[in-house]
């Protein structure tokens, strides 16, 4: 079983977040997810699952292989597809991940909001530029 499943929109920096959980330094991904990515310990959804109702079932189904059920709010962005209660569809522990909170542009309650009103029990704050939260977060996900 993988450890979690990211989910979030389109460029919420969770293809970064599993770089930076891996120890690898911060660097700009140019290549976008396409699809489901299966690693050794997470699985990375690309944005566009979330952001079209249709993908739904996908996430659902391939969220059954994590641990954990990841939501991903990039705090600098001005619109989130996470829908109200979303984590009820999982019969796993939801968190939530905040990404990007180094950014001037950065707006944490926002995001924060977000992800409550989608259902995350927890919520970590990080960045994959300062490594701010990354412990934490790596800490939680090694417990489950």
Request: charged share 30%; hydrophobic share 40%; proline share 3%.
């Amino acid at each position: 079983m993988k450890k979690i499943i990211l989910i979030g929109g389109t460029k919420a920096g969770k293809t970064t977040l599993l770089e930076a959980l891996k120890g690898k330094e911060y660097r700009e991904i140019e290549k976008r997810t396409q699809s489901l990515e299966y690693e050794n310990k997470a699985i990375d959804t690309p944005g566009e699952y979330i952001e079209n109702r249709r993908f739904y079932t996908s996430l659902i189904s391939a969220a059954q292989d994590a641990a954990v059920i990841g939501l991903v709010a990039d705090a600098t962005a001005e619109q989130y597809y996470l829908p109200p209660a979303f984590a009820s569809a999982f019969a796993r522990p939801v968190i939530g991940i905040v990404t990007k909170i180094d950014s001037d542009e950065a707006d944490l309650e926002y995001a924060r909001d977000t992800l409550e009103m989608s259902g995350a029990e927890k919520i970590f704050c990080t960045s994959a530029v300062t490594r701010e939260g990354l412990h934490q977060l790596s800490e939680y996900i090694d417990e489950k």
